[in-house]
């Protein structure tokens, strides 16, 4: 990232909020939420490292416990600062999260604290909405507990580079990669011989020398008349190889090979666990080792006699024109090759995904607030990366830009270690 990129965003982000970490506090037992909460975080802690919330005499903890399990509430309850038993007591928990979802909980006693009947599922971010009754009471609370949230104004997102797609379907290819290299197909290779034997008088081509279908490259006295005759160039192209000189007696080896350099296809090598996979007629994606070019092919044609020392089979693919543009004869290539193609009901951009604790992630939109989703993954090519959970259908996500989201909720703090 340049220096003036950083400097035009910056100048655009003035209006960017961050909304810090989840602060759905921890007890001693589930390690949920930050040891020192920043000043916009300050609440009081119960004896379980949980966020008391007080109305008179009574009082509730509420934490998440995650202990060797899947995410829930264990709400310990108290009477003028002391535990009092979790019998009797009537409470519901709603988390209102972004985007309109809203996931309810009801609790039922168990040992001195109430358990909550479902999973908290990640992110923990939310707007939480406690009601609790006890001896003809009723107490309601409600407060926020975000984590790796941001809000981005769209000046500041479109400075950013950020962009999005929408969730959905997608055709999944499954890849094959394989390494070759790149050479003249034998049809764009011409080996010229003199037409009799002979002595050779003038040879007018040199090595690498553009010629012109029916151009003179070399006379010949021939042995059997001593009168000389003209050799042409039967194609145009370009001089590749030169085996004879001024002066040398020729029979039937080559004087010249002259070969026509766009016209090229990839040789690659075949190994026996890939060769079932591999057939004439699939997309190749064919590109430099360095992936700074690359171009689509096909295989023409997988030969079926293999290498004696490796054991290789060799498959061609088919170049179009313009490649020679950025290949050359005798490269070493890389080749995807597309053996089948997948529907996937769910996928995402797979350049999308991030790391963000100990999940694969990307950040959803709603507005101008970005947010994370944890993600299960199935399938993944370059391309596309399928999702088995943690993202709905039809959610806006970000496809470019959000590694400038996640150093934002990173450098904030608003990542916390469960």
Known sequence: MTHAFIGRLMAAVTGLVLIAGCDDSPSSDHGHGH??????????????RGRILRHEDFAVEITIFEDGADPEFRVYAYRSDKPIAPAGIDLGIELHRLGG????????????YLRGDGVVVEPHSFDVHVRAAENGRKHEWSYESYEGRTIISEEAA???GIETEIAGPATIKRLVDLTGRIEIVPEGKNEIRGQYPGRIVEMRGALGEEVRKGQILARIEASHSLREYSVL???????????????????????????????LHAEFFVYPGDAENIRAGQAVDVRSFSNKVQTPGEVEVVLPVADVNSQTLIAYVVLPPSAAANFRPGMSVEGSFEVATEDAPLAVRTRALQRFRDFTVVYAKVDD?????????GRRTPEWTEVLGGLEPGTEYVTEGAFLIRADIEKSGASHDH
Do not use: C, W
Request: hydrophobic share 35%; charged share 30%; net charge negative.
């Open 35 to 48: 040891d020192e909460p920043s000043v916009d975080q300050e609440y009081e802690r119960g004896p379980h």
């Open 101 to 112: 979802r809203v996931d309810r909980f009801a609790f039922t006693p168990q040992e001195d």
């Open 158 to 160: 479109r400075a950013g």
């Open 233 to 263: 160039a039967p194609t145009n192209g370009v001089i590749v190889a030169k085996g004879a000189n001024v002066g040398d007696v020729i029979s039937d080896r080559p004087m010249f090979v002259v070969a026509d350099p766009t016209r």
């Open 369 to 377: 607030t970005y947010e994370v989703r944890m993600l299960e993954l």
